[in-house]
């Protein structure tokens, strides 16, 4: 990361740890962080280990691969099988479908080709004869590349399989759960970079929840932490911007207009929680040309399989840490995934499998 | 998914931005940005996008944020913890 940015100190990370002891209250807070980076960078710098006892920090529905339903998956397989090249973000090769997954699709001998941004698909299509396939997953920060790609002139053999989600709708879904426990959310920094501060409103002000955007950096984690913690201490729940290098209140005015010209909201299904009121972006109908779903037979979406004894849905809703899954680092390890968590790079089991990090062992 | 990074701009050319990530020379379209960026400005990249334009500065007044907080607790430090502290409210 580029010098300016770094906000590596461990004097001030000791005081705002020491913040955060100061305003802990006594009973037991859960938090709630709903962005795989998050879960990295709190993993990878050991700071669960600087928080009081009664503090936990979660990570919720923060793995867009994990969340895609197996159906989407089952349509890119089709499409693949059909004899197109799908392309996709690599962390979704390995996650299993209704049946199987992609990378099982591309070891049968279909072309399937992992890219790292969506303009890398152009790049594919623009190579090729052949039908190319976007598989589009991610949230808020990912869309606008998407709608940027649809919008910029592709080529007549390039179409979208959209599979983008919405992070408020999600996180006011986890709310209405009987029994989530839910004290405060960090909400995450890129995607609010792109939202800005207006949708947590919309979705959550009803809640009285306190919301806290946060960055990536050690520090800026603390910081969060403790001003959700001053939140709650002074019983003034709101939406807070502790992430303003990055974070504009209207957030970034050019990708929201990509994504609202290209997509319209519509009702999305989660993998591991169930289907969320206006939690995802389809194209619109003036982009039924580019639209895989269109383009290409696809089967009937199935529901997504049960995996016996996988915690996934809990781990997804924020009900349970990956240590409280008796198949964690057990059964279930990188190499041998039973469920979407430990597949995803951004899926809380995985994280917690890559940095040895246990709660209740 | 949505990690994003910092890169400093060398030169732009219509909607594409020539970068440096800390030694590491790429390019990033400015489509999903909404103001014009420089040679020399800072951006934030997704995925091979830009997503905002960073000021140096902005580093420098975060860690002033964090001072204030931590500075804004500093009556309740365990020295005079004689009684239950009472909870900080707001920064000073
Ligand atoms: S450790 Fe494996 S089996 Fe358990 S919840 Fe995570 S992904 Fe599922």
Redesign the interface.
Known sequence: ???????A?PA?AR??A??IR??APPEPVKIVHV???HEVAIAHNGLRRLLPETVTILEGPG???CVTPASDIDAAVAIAKSGAVVCS?G?MMRVPGGRISLEQARSEGCDIRTV?????AVKEARETKKEVVFFA???E??A??TA?IVL?DPPDNLSVLASHKLIPPAMAALLELPDHGIAGYLA????S??IGTGPYRRWLDRYDIPVVIG?FEP??IL?AL??IL?QI??SAPKVEN?Y????DAPG????LK?IEEVFEVRDAAWRGIGTIPSSGLELRAAFAGIDARRRFNLPEAGPDPEIPGCRCPDVLTARAVPSDCPLFAKRCTPLTPVGPCMVGA?GACSIWFRYGERINP | ????????VISVEGKIAHVD??GVRTTA?L????EPVEPGD?I?I????A??R???E??R???A???E??AS?EP??PEDEGDP?E????VG
């Open positions: 990361m580029s010098a300016p940015f770094r906000l100190d001030r005081a705002l020491e913040a100061l305003l962005c795989g980076t793995c867009p691969v973000f962390d790292l941004s969506a303009k890398d997953v991610g949230f920060t990912t606008p590349m940027a910029d995450p920094g890129h995607v970079t792109i960055g520090l800026d910081y403790a001003l001053r201490a002074d502790a303003p290098r990055a974070v970034n005015p050019a990708a990509l951004e | 998914m949505c990690l994003a990074a910092p890169a400093r990530y800390g379209r489509d999903t940005l909404s800072y934030l997704h995925t091979g996008f997503i905002q960073l000021s140096p902005d580093g007044e975060t860690l944020l964090f001072d907080l931590t607790l309740h430090r502290p909870r900080p409210s707001g």
